[in-house]
Nanobody, 125 residues
Framework: EVQLVESGGGSVQAGGSLRVSCAAS????????MAWYRQAPGSECELVST???????VYADSVKGRFTFSKDNSKNTIYLQMNSLKPEDTAVYFC???????????????????WGQGTGVTVSS
């Protein structure tokens, strides 16, 4: 059974940092493409960052230069280091695996692929 368990969300003031983690099990982690999505209140689900099977990382323009996606194959865990946080980064963050491609719109979690339960991040101004 595939399991994705996020942790590390919380509340922080604008300009601060947080790191969210996602522990994965039940599939071959090394070489798997994975992604972070988020959904803010009143907004659609959006891609934050994805790492391809060959380790290439892509970021949404809104987080480029502030967020870093890393993958630790020895721990079957992915991380999203979030620096210089802004109030508009407030959202529930989800880790995902086995998606057929980038998903646009709708609500997180989608009905395809594997999704964690989400972890909340609140950034106050």
């Amino acid at each position: 059974e595939v399991q994705l368990v996020e942790s590390g969300g919380g509340s922080v003031q604008a300009g601060g940092s947080l790191r969210v983690s996602c522990a994965a099990s039940g599939f071959t982690f090394d070489g798997s493409a994975m992604a972070w999505y988020r959904q803010a209140p009143g907004s659609e689900c959006e891609l934050v960052s994805t790492i391809t099977s060959d380790g290439f990382t892509v970021y949404a323009d809104s987080v480029k230069g502030r967020f870093t996606f890393s993958k630790d194959n020895s721990k079957n865990t992915i991380y999203l280091q979030m620096n210089s946080l802004k109030p508009e980064d407030t959202a529930v963050y989800f880790c995902t695996a086995d998606l057929p491609g980038v998903l646009y719109g709708g609500s997180c979690p989608h009905d395809i692929g594997y999704w964690g339960q989400g972890t909340g991040v609140t950034v106050s101004s």
